[in-house]
């Protein structure tokens, strides 16, 4: 049994899909995003390890489709670039994490912060020498990165968002690409949240999903892996 069972046996239950952004998908105007598909937060063991609440994935478990994913963009000539999510050990880019995150301080000791441990991808994912990995300090991957570049260079108009997490660096980057009109496809059976949960978490609901049913309202489309491929392979 794995967590990602209630993903694909449920996901038109408890989320609405009937508005797209993306109906078809062109792999030579498409760029996949794997966003902070790091040892702390999907390895198991990692200070900041994924569990799963509500139904929603296990850190572990997003692996594997995360690496089918790369391998058929691939096949398909859509470029791939990857984020890393960290801060520096000395707090001068923390900004309001500064405040929210007190049982963090300080960040030298912080699993976060860079050169602490578990910062770097899952051995998993593997990317080619011509595949970018950058690095970003705050949770959305536009923000202060190079991605914008990469993908006018690509003649992208589409992203596709498959990673960690879905609360937080997920939807900010489905967010920013929406507001700068780029077509935005998060895969949610490679998506997990570091849970809030509450006292018998109904399964369902919970930062993973609400984050899911916020994008698919407002800012893009969420699909499976295996819808995604059959969109590129169409």
Not at 100 to 117: E, R, Y
Request: hydrophobic share 40%; glycine share 10%; proline share 6%.
């Amino acid at each position: 049994m794995s967590s990602l069972d209630y993903t694909y046996e449920n996901i038109d239950k408890v989320i609405d899909r009937s508005a797209r952004v993306a109906s078809t998908i062109d792999p030579a105007k498409t760029m996949l995003l794997v966003i902070d598909m790091q040892k702390a937060c999907v390895t198991p063991g990692g200070a900041m390890y994924i569990e799963s609440v509500g139904g929603a994935p296990e850190g572990k478990d997003v692996v594997q489709p995360v690496v089918n994913v790369i391998e058929a963009a691939r096949a398909k000539g859509i470029p791939v670039v990857y984020s890393l999510w960290g801060l520096r050990s000395d707090g001068k880019d923390a900004g309001v994490a500064e405040a929210k995150w007190p049982g963090a301080m300080p960040l030298s000791t912080f699993p976060g912060a860079w050169g602490n441990g578990g910062d770097e991808l899952d051995d998993a994912i593997k990317p080619l020498d011509d595949e970018p990995v950058f690095r970003k300090h705050r949770f959305s991957s536009f923000y202060g990165t190079p991605l914008n570049e990469y993908m006018r260079a690509a003649g992208a108009d589409t992203l596709v968002i498959a990673g960690v997490s879905t609360g937080n660096c997920v939807i900010t980057t489905a967010i920013d690409g929406a507001n700068q009109d780029y077509k935005i496809v998060v895969l949610a059976d490679t998506a997990a949240a570091i849970p809030a949960p509450l006292e018998d978490q109904p399964l369902g609901y919970g930062q993973h999903w609400e984050a899911l049913r916020n994008i698919q309202a407002n800012h893009g489309d969420v699909l499976l892996t295996t819808e995604f491929l059959e969109l590129i392979c169409a």
